[in-house]
């Protein structure tokens, strides 16, 4: 063995040896073990789903947990409306922590409730998991998803938060535009369906003292604007009708029925 060889060998040998005598010296002291862990804030269900996926490798050793991190937190926030960080409090000493997701608005789907953030997750917001999590205001606007239409959210059990199969950018502009309009606070159902190749909104509304009119909105929010400002005579030319439907979705006319 040459001596550039032997020289080589030597040094391998003396990091094993080091190596050696730091887990033999962790194991016998336990320097490097996982002190605490803590959720903040505590909830039962979110702390049995940290301590079940917290590996063995992170409790033994808790630096491991740096690079445990992402894959924990990707499992976590599939199967929790949350979004998950964490700080070191202490040496050996980690504190877990997560804001549950707002709903910016509810989608009503197959009987079911979803909540959408605005970065378009959606999950069912009355899951009795959650219900320690948040609160969803009165206020927060809700559309139902007609059957004809795509399934909202993937087929996969294995997640309880899911993206959104929505126009996610068309949606939010909906409820602005809803919301700016007025309609969205006199409405008691609100449908989204599909008209030719194109979405529309049905909506069920209370105006200018006619309750229960259907107003037929086209997919553009820019158009309802030109619609609003016709309504008010509209309802006054068809008082004592038992029923309303003004149709917006035909360009430059609209249609009452």
Avoid at 9 to 31: D, P, R, T, Y
Avoid at 36 to 45: A, H
Avoid at 126 to 133: G, K
Wanted: proline share 6%.
């Amino acid at each position: 063995m040459s001596l550039g060889h032997r020289s080589k060998f030597a040094c391998v040998m003396i990091f094993v040896f080091f190596v050696g005598c730091f887990f033999s010296l962790e194991n016998k002291i336990q320097a490097m073990r996982l002190r605490s862990f803590i959720v903040s804030p505590p909830d039962g269900g979110v702390e049995l789903f940290a301590w079940q996926n917290l590996t063995t490798s992170s409790e033994r050793f808790w630096p491991c947990w740096i690079f445990d991190f992402g894959n924990f937190k990707q499992k976590m926030e599939s199967m929790f409306p949350v979004q998950v960080t964490w700080q070191l409090q202490g040496w050996g000493a980690i504190e877990l922590q997560y804001e549950a997701l707002k709903p910016n608005f509810l989608l009503l789907w197959e009987g079911i409730r979803w909540g959408v953030s605005q970065k378009g997750l959606i999950w069912p917001v009355d899951d009795p998991h959650f219900l320690n999590l948040y609160a969803v205001p009165d206020d927060v606007p809700v559309m139902e998803w007609s059957s004809e239409l795509m399934a909202p959210v993937e087929h996969d059990p294995s997640k309880n938060v899911h993206k959104a199969l929505l126009p996610m950018k068309d949606v939010l502009l909906w409820v602005e535009g809803l919301q700016r309009t007025g309609w969205l606070k006199e409405a008691s159902r609100v449908i989204v369906e599909r008209q030719g190749g194109r979405f529309r909104l049905r909506l069920v509304v209370d105006l200018h003292g006619m309750k229960g009119v259907t107003l037929l909105l086209p997919d553009t929010p820019g158009a309802w604007k030109i619609l609003a400002q016709a309504l008010e005579p509209i309802v006054k030319d068809n008082e004592g009708k038992s029923s309303l439907t003004i149709d917006g979705t035909y360009g430059n006319k609209i249609i009452v029925k």
